[in-house]
T-cell receptor
């Protein structure tokens, strides 16, 4: 079972920052927070991941709360091409290392 | 980033036939690959973990005799849907584990339609 909770859908205006929340209150100390997105009829695309520190790359920023029970993915300047389903996943890098997907958030960027 | 390729991208077959889907890691060796299935408007469901040189590990509720997985080389895993039926119509997606970093790279998916 997925260990994360996300809102089923969100809307954001083009050019604005999109902030996608995720709750993972049962996360273990050795589990990372991963974000993937899936554009319609394509395979998932990796966005970013982190353990406890905030992370930033060319696609997005990841803010993880100090207690690690929740996180926020930030797309700083959303474009129409960012419309997708965004998945927040917790995953250990030891053992099976598999990704178990929850329902994700369907983000729609509006012009 | 690393590339994972699936073939075919889409396939249509008659009920009762078997269909094989290939998953290749193009520029790295993957001892572990994962197979997912996705129905319309639903999330990805993990079907099985494919391990090179050994038997696949299936998730609960997934019929191993229905979905045959072979991982005979470090760059290729295959999923065979045996005696396919219309309810097997789905989007099948694989991912390959890059062991050095723990990153998972996904294929483009294969859409199966069983008539």
């Amino acid at each position: 079972d997925a260990k994360t909770t996300q809102p089923p859908s969100m809307d954001c205006a083009e050019g604005r920052a999109a902030n996608l929340p995720c709750n993972h209150s049962t996360i273990s100390g050795n589990e990372y927070v991963y974000w993937y997105r899936q554009i319609h009829s394509q395979g998932p695309q990796y966005i970013i991941h982190g353990l406890k520190n905030n992370e930033t790359n060319e696609m997005a920023s990841l803010i993880i709360t100090e207690d690690r029970k929740s996180s926020t993915l930030i797309l700083p300047h959303a474009t129409l091409r960012d419309t997708a389903v965004y998945y927040c996943i917790v995953r250990a890098l030891q053992g099976a290392q598999k990704l178990v997907f929850g329902q994700g958030t369907r983000l729609t960027i509006n012009p | 980033g690393a590339v994972v390729s699936q073939h075919p991208s889409w396939v249509i077959c008659k009920s009762g036939t078997s269909v094989k889907i290939e998953c290749r890691s193009l520029d790295f060796q993957a001892t572990t690959m994962f197979w997912y299935r996705q129905f319309p408007k639903q999330s990805l469901m993990l079907m099985a973990t494919s391990n090179e040189g050994s038997k696949a590990t299936y998730e609960q509720g997934v019929e191993k005799d229905k979905f045959l997985i072979n991982h005979a080389s470090l760059t290729l895993s295959t999923l065979t849907v045996t005696s396919a039926h219309p309810e097997d119509s789905s989007f099948y997606i694989c991912s390959a584990l890059f062991a050095n970093t723990g990153e998972l790279f996904f294929g483009e998916g294969s859409r199966l339609t069983v008539l």
